[in-house]
């Protein structure tokens, strides 16, 4: 008996349309209706696909990366320096804007967007992370979270409602609904629990969700590492097709061989012609390896929170800046690397602002792996159009291994 009391877990994987082809089914906004989001798939290599999506005006070619913007900005980067090194789809969170500085605070301002003065796109989360793993004292209920801001004390209450209504204030271009991440190991009723919550929480925030035709709304698959878990509730949520779909709840503590499969199974069994979002991953090993099972957007705070303390992500491994091995480097920080920080400067003089606290270095560092990341992705996708995905991803391996530093630690 299915556990989620839908569909059958031993179903086939989905069927993928030919590259190209149109997708099928109507879908939210479909025909003459203004659409939020648009994705098609470009190319193929096993379970792997480039795609194009189409959002606020802009064209993101995926696998994407996003970075993140917690409080409308990326730590230290402004916008420009963004764009230049070619995003146009950032992350920013809800839970942070919500405790401060507010969301009728950022209307009057005139929306996210206006505010930070971004044109690319923006995807928000729904706050529940944080609200749970920030908030002392939060509780949870079949309503919604209630917590206390973790700057102020002031009480909040998140509902899958509020949830949506809030990123619709900030202009969000790609909303998240509340949802129930359980850290791993987590027991199976427990899973099979939440899996049921963030449905019916879904099926809130789908009548909650006013403006189809300005934010596109995900829908978020949970399930842990129970596999008919994960299928079950990727089919259900596949039937509402929505514009997008989210693998969560991953990357919790969970082994990354573990992660890796769970989202490449989730992936296989959710729509083919809909974008595919695994949350907050990760390293750039995850990032190759989940691209190789068909996940098309990633977001992670990892490449911009090491840049801060000084780790940076290099094709040959990652550097620990402060290190006395590179205190008279005349050389760039990584020689393959085309960034504004690799062209202009050495590691010795990156290791000197680090370690003089100058703000100088939390920028340069942080556009380095950025940058690192874009190219990577780049990389990725151009494996994928080629058919060399196994052939790309043993030499970023072996690539990844030579200076001796290898994950994050
Ligand atoms: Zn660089």
Redesign the pocket.
């Known amino acids: 008996m299915d556990p989620l009391t839908i569909g059958s877990a031993q179903e086939e994987p989905a069927q993928e349309p030919a590259p190209g082809e149109p997708p099928h089914g109507p879908g939210p906004g479909a025909g003459s209706e203004p659409r939020p989001l648009r994705f098609t798939v470009a190319s193929r290599c096993g379970p792997a696909r480039t795609g194009l999506l189409q959002v606020r005006g802009q064209q993101i070619r995926t696998p994407a990366f996003m970075p993140v913007g917690t409080r409308a900005a990326v730590k230290g980067v402004e916008p420009e320096a963004l764009e230049r090194m070619g995003y146009r789809l950032i992350l920013a969170n809800t839970y942070h804007l919500l405790v401060r500085p507010g969301p009728e605070f950022i209307r009057q301002l005139g929306g996210l967007h206006r505010f930070m003065s971004w044109d690319g796109a923006i995807l928000t989360d729904s706050g529940g992370f944080q609200a749970f793993s920030l908030s002392g004292l939060s509780r949870i209920s079949e309503e919604g979270v209630e917590f206390r801001s973790h700057l102020d004390g002031s009480r909040h209450r998140l509902t899958p409602e509020r949830t949506v209504e809030v990123q619709e204030i900030y202009g969000s271009d790609v909303i998240m609904p509340l949802d129930v991440c359980l850290g791993l190991p987590a027991s199976r009723e427990a899973l099979i629990e939440a899996v049921q919550r963030t449905t019916r929480w879904l099926a809130r925030s789908v009548a909650a969700w006013r403006e189809q035709d300005r934010h596109a709304l995900f829908g978020i698959v949970q399930g842990g590492t129970e596999e008919d878990l994960r299928i079950a509730h990727a089919q259900q949520l596949a039937e509402l097709d929505l514009p997008g779909y989210a693998v969560g709840g991953l990357s919790v503590g969970e082994k990354n061989e573990e992660m890796h499969a769970v989202a490449g199974l989730t992936a296989s069994h959710l729509p083919p012609h809909r974008p595919r979002y695994l949350m907050g991953v990760g390293t750039p090993e995850d990032l190759v390896a989940c691209a190789r099972q068909g996940i098309d957007l990633f977001d992670c705070v990892l490449p911009t929170r090491t840049a801060r303390t000084g780790r940076l992500c290099t094709r040959f491994g990652d550097v620990i800046i402060k290190n006395a091995r590179h205190a008279a480097d005349p050389g760039?920080?990584?020689p393959s690397?085309?960034?504004e920080?690799?062209r202009r400067y050495s590691r010795a003089y990156l290791r000197h602002l680090f370690l003089n606290r100058d703000p100088l270095a939390v920028r340069l560092h942080t556009?380095?792996n950025l940058?690192?990341y874009a190219t990577l992705m780049e990389e990725i996708r151009r494996a994928i159009e080629q058919g060399e995905v196994e052939r790309f991803l043993a030499r970023f391996r072996e690539d990844r291994s030579r200076w001796g530093v290898r994950k994050k630690g």
């Open positions: 760039p920080l990584d690397c085309s960034c920080t690799c556009v380095h940058s690192y």
